[in-house]
């Protein structure tokens, strides 16, 4: 397990250098005329981001208001009880409930919760494995549609939510296995 | 969904900042026009007529409690000064002192200067050695609290999605750049045939060959290595090339549902940077939880994306299932 973890960790420090230096450098080994390509490419970037705006605006300002309303705390109130049913103890629900909607939002919460419970606890454990096994769903439904302008998402909701909710009752119960 | 979800943050907000405000204002929360009794010491001495006295403001915990009905209690003391105008006294405490709930709201709203409480002294009654004083103080009326907050957080949010938006721009013209030269070097082509055995039957609607599976294929390594940073310009990129094969313009084809929803539920061998820095070496202890609950949420996401697409009402709008029912208009009639 220990070299297995060790082996990722130095993977991961090299997969974008690699990326970065070795892509020119096989391109050019092709004949590729890499600066010209790459400004080419690049220059989109400006017009993807600026594409991005309109969707991020849509769901970043209502999440900001739910938040702010107090709406965000009466969820986690009324959801207790039924997550209680399912051995979901209640300390971590504000990160399940806040995970799929914002990012730092979410990275607060392990640290107030560091700061309430200590490092060691339990619910820490829980609420970190949720953070670093979702992702903010919205933001990444808003960014990735937003970049080819699709506005009618289908499915898409449902499917990630669906994840994110699986992902936080499993957290739950592999901490509790592992560390219980 | 998104539709109905979106609406839903809005109008639940409305709802709840309405109710918030109104049993504030029902129960009088903030005690709108009611003289809080307390006391008021001049370190200096106080003078009549000096228009600015500074004064350390003693307000009694027990009379605080029954006054706003919390059990918030304030400090000892806090330090001010009194400013004589022509239309009366007032009490302003000093900058960016931490005060307990409600007064903490309530200047918020008080707000000529933004970070200090200031309220009109009533009834002044100077004590003989001109040393202290007590004194009423009737604060700025507070009425509506949520109703603005949700107000200011919309707005606070919209700039901060142009600035996430913006701050974007160089790292996705970066990648951008980076992949037009790993297309033209043929690197996507390898990769894509290389990976093609086990995305295909997630796929099925990406033509052989094509680059769009390359690009996916490198969208969720980042994912997996925890490189977010490199994870979102290969991801527009792979939705970039989806949607040249998507018949629709402003449709999710089922391709890219399935994309979306690895994304959320990828494996992630290396945790996100940001839990990394909050959680230090205590990570290591999470990294294996992490990759079990990653794995069986990833054949959850995957699962859900196929399944969903096949109930009837996605189906009815599936842009791929559509174009193939229906052959474009100016199609040479069979």
Do not use: C
């Not at chain 1, 914002?102 to 490092?119: C, F, H, K, P, R």
């Amino acid at each position: 397990m220990e070299t297995i973890r060790y082996v990722i960790s130095i993977v991961s420090v090299f997969v974008l250098p690699l990326l970065i230096v070795g892509f020119p450098l096989y391109g050019l080994y092709k004949k590729v005329p890499v600066y010209e390509e790459f400004v080419e490419g690049a220059k989109e970037g400006f017009s993807v981001a600026v594409r991005i705006i309109p969707y991020l605006v849509a769901i970043l300002f209502a999440i900001g208001m739910f938040r702010a309303s107090g709406a965000m705390d009466f969820l986690v109130e009324g959801l207790r009880p039924v997550l209680s049913l399912l051995g979901i103890p209640p300390e971590v629900l504000p990160m399940a409930i806040i995970r799929p909607l914002t990012g730092s939002g979410s990275a607060g919460i392990v640290l107030d919760m560091i700061n309430q419970y200590g490092e060691d606890s339990i619910f820490v454990k829980m609420a970190a494995t949720m953070f670093g096994s979702t992702e903010t769903t919205f933001y990444v439904i808003a960014v990735y549609f937003g970049a080819v302008n699709v506005k009618k998402t289908r499915h898409a909701v449902p499917a990630g939510l669906i994840a994110d909710a699986t992902a936080m009752i499993l957290a739950v119960y592999v901490v509790r296995l592992l560390f219980g | 969904m998104l539709n109905y979800i979106w609406a839903g943050f809005i109008i639940f907000s409305l709802v709840f900042a309405l109710v918030a405000d109104v049993r504030d204002l029902t129960t009088d929360a903030y005690r709108n026009e009611q003289p809080l009794p307390l006391t008021v010491s001049f370190p200096e001495g106080y003078q009549a007529g000096v228009r600015r006295v500074p004064t350390n403001v003693l307000i009694d915990p027990a009379t605080y409690g029954r006054f706003y009905a919390t059990d918030a209690r304030p400090d000892s003391a806090y330090g001010g000064y009194l400013v004589n105008t022509r239309e009366g006294t007032q009490l302003r405490f000093e900058e960016g002192v931490s005060l307990p709930e409600p007064l903490g709201t309530i200047r918020g709203f008080s707000s000529s200067r933004d970070d200090e409480l200031q309220g009109t002294v009533q009834n002044f009654r100077l004590a003989p050695d001109s040393l202290a004083a007590t004194a009423e103080v009737v604060f700025t009326p507070v009425r509506f609290v949520k109703l603005n907050a949700i107000t200011e957080a919309a707005f606070d949010f919209a700039e901060v999605a142009v600035e996430l938006a913006l701050g974007l721009i160089g790292v996705i013209a970066l990648f951008l750049g980076l992949l037009r030269i790993a297309e033209a070097a043929g690197i996507i082509n390898a990769l894509v045939r290389f990976t093609q055995p086990v995305f295909r039957p997630l796929f099925p609607e990406i033509p052989d060959g094509h680059p769009a599976m390359g690009m996916i294929v490198l969208n969720l390594t980042a994912n997996m290595l925890g490189l977010g940073n490199a994870a979102t310009p290969l991801g527009i990129k792979a939705m970039e090339e989806l949607q040249e094969l998507n018949p629709s313009e402003d449709t999710a084809s089922n391709a890219m549902v399935m994309l979306l929803a690895m994304n959320t539920a990828s494996v992630q061998l290396v945790p996100p940077v940001l839990l990394v820095a909050i959680m230090g070496l205590q990570i290591n202890q999470l990294i294996f939880a992490i990759i079990i609950v990653t794995m069986i949420s990833l054949i959850v996401a995957v699962t859900s994306a196929k399944l969903l697409g096949r109930l009837p009402g996605y189906r009815k709008t599936d842009p791929d299932r559509l174009a193939r029912e229906a052959p474009p208009p100016d199609a040479p009639a069979a």
